[in-house]
């Protein structure tokens, strides 16, 4: 079934909602646990309530920067990055969307991504090994790839759900830490409360995996093939994308900041071999379905 | 009661008109709006060939054929007039630039030429905006004429004394892809 491109917008949308709406539940009840374990009593509830709200308004306002930040990008600048900001520019005429923030990291595997909560507040960032690598077209290719996220709504929920994912792997490590520092308290209250901090990070540690295949679930490879297709259309040539492509998957060693966070956000998986196979569909089949369009 | 019956379909009329009007305006100006980025790219272009030229000249000097055809083609470019008419002279120009870049390969000490290779970066910008803006502008041309002739709403094109606008046209090479590279 063919969608439309408002479609696809309304979907990412609404999924990016039900996410924040179920990961606040999960953020109040283990709140709850802790205002419970260290009895804070109604302030203490009132403080979660404020936080989730807090932390919801920064994951969508911030989500982008901190997925940057988190993946050392620095703004790339205009006389420095010439070819690369005049490809951007053009491509964003071609899809009709304002021209993005473009962001270069310091990593010699070459990939790309694009991140923003709309395309007025879209980035893209690539790396220095994918502008040593490619030619003009093959830039062009790999950029009408992430316009086309942009375009979509795509990157609005994979960037927050990026974020979410590394608070919880963030919070995990915390409370489980803390069960083995919590070890030489004393007193039977600080037990009590030790024994629940235990069981949120056991919790925490059970539910991230699951997290983190959902995340597999959310952005399937049918996400990245749409992708594929539509950034040769707003081109106008899969060649450049397809021969891109070839380049990044002949090269096997794996980026020096790839973390679960952010695998899903890539162009081409982050990590080398095939664990990671399921963030991404196989490229040699990518190559092989941007090659049979025509336009 | 059918004084009633004919006030109804005169304001469903006067609503339809309103509506039908409307869509046209706006149209017209989404036409207007899409020919003036392609206008600022072509001008970016003509503001560029003269230096390109320059330095070229400095390396190729036994070339002129190919210079004076640059730069005629540049003038007529520039005095023509119509999105149908500027398109061609256009596109004429693009063909004579790929010659100037081809002859431009057989000197090596041009190929290492800071300015040149600058120039060379900025034209292929511009090409490759004014193939996007053309895509871009030819499907919003097509809508606005394709408009003015469906039934009913050609009549209100009628009143309003509207013609279909001109399509940029599209190099023969080019059908299919909108690629340029020099």
Redo the contacts between chains.
């Keep these: 079934m063919k969608r439309t491109l408002y479609e696809l917008i309304g979907e990412n949308k609404r999924r990016t909602f039900l996410f924040l709406v179920i990961f606040s539940i999960l953020l109040i009840g283990i709140g709850y646990l802790f205002v419970y374990a260290l009895e804070w009593g109604t302030i203490g509830l009132i403080f979660i309530g404020l936080f989730v709200i807090l932390y919801n308004i920064i994951v969508y306002y911030n989500s982008d920067k901190i997925a940057l930040v988190s993946v050392g990008a620095i703004p790339a600048k205009e006389e420095d990055f010439?070819?690369l900001h005049?490809v951007v520019?053009?491509?964003s005429?071609?899809a009709?969307i304002p021209k993005p923030k473009v962001f270069v990291m310091n990593e010699t595997q070459p990939n790309a991504f694009a991140t923003g909560r709309n395309p007025q507040n879209a980035s893209i960032c690539v790396t220095t090994g994918l502008l040593q690598m490619m030619n003009?077209?093959e830039l062009?290719g790999v950029i009408a790839h992430e316009m086309s996220h942009i375009r979509n709504y795509d990157i609005l929920l994979m960037t927050v759900i990026g974020i979410v994912v590394g608070l919880i792997i963030l919070l995990r490590d915390i409370f489980l830490r803390s069960m083995w520092l919590g070890g030489g308290r004393r007193g039977r209250d600080r037990d009590n409360a030790n024994g629940i901090l235990m069981i949120i990070g056991l919790i925490l540690a059970i539910v991230s995996p699951i997290l983190v295949a959902l995340i597999r679930a959310a952005i399937s490879r049918q996400r990245e093939y749409l992708a594929d297709a539509d950034g040769a259309y707003i081109?106008?040539?899969p060649y450049?994308l397809a021969s891109a492509l070839e380049k990044i998957g002949s090269y096997k060693k794996p980026m020096q900041v790839a973390s679960d966070a952010t695998a899903h956000l890539f162009i081409s998986s982050p990590f080398a071999g095939e664990k990671y196979f399921a963030t991404h569909p196989p490229i040699e089949d990518r190559i092989k379905r941007l090659k049979s369009l025509?336009? | 009661m059918l004084t009633w019956i004919i006030l109804l379909i005169v304001a469903v009329i006067v609503f339809w008109f309103i509506g039908t009007y409307n869509m046209f305006i706006t149209l017209k100006n989404r036409v207007k709006n899409a020919w003036a980025?392609i206008d600022v790219q072509l001008k970016r272009r003509y503001d560029l060939i003269p230096n390109l030229v320059e330095t070229v000249k400095g390396y190729a000097k036994h070339e002129r054929e190919v210079f004076e055809n640059v730069t005629e083609l540049r003038t007529r470019a520039m005095s023509a007039s119509g999105p149908k008419e500027v398109g061609e002279a256009n596109n004429m120009l693009t063909g004579a630039l790929k010659t100037l870049f081809a002859v431009a390969e057989n000197y090596p000490e041009l190929k290492a030429n800071e300015n040149f290779l600058?120039l060379q970066?900025?034209l292929?910008?511009t090409e490759?905006?004014i193939a996007?803006?053309r895509?871009?502008y030819n499907d919003i041309v097509m809508r606005y004429n394709m408009s003015q002739e469906k039934i009913p709403a050609a009549i209100v094109a009628r009143i309003m004394g509207l013609t279909p606008s001109e399509y940029y046209p599209v190099p023969e090479e080019e059908r299919?892809?909108?690629?340029v590279?020099f």
Excluded: H, L
């Design positions: 010439k070819v005049n520019e053009e491509v005429v071609a009709g003009r077209e062009q081109v106008r040539d450049g025509t336009f | 980025q600058k970066e900025e292929t910008n490759n905006k996007f803006s895509q871009f299919g892809t909108v690629k590279s």
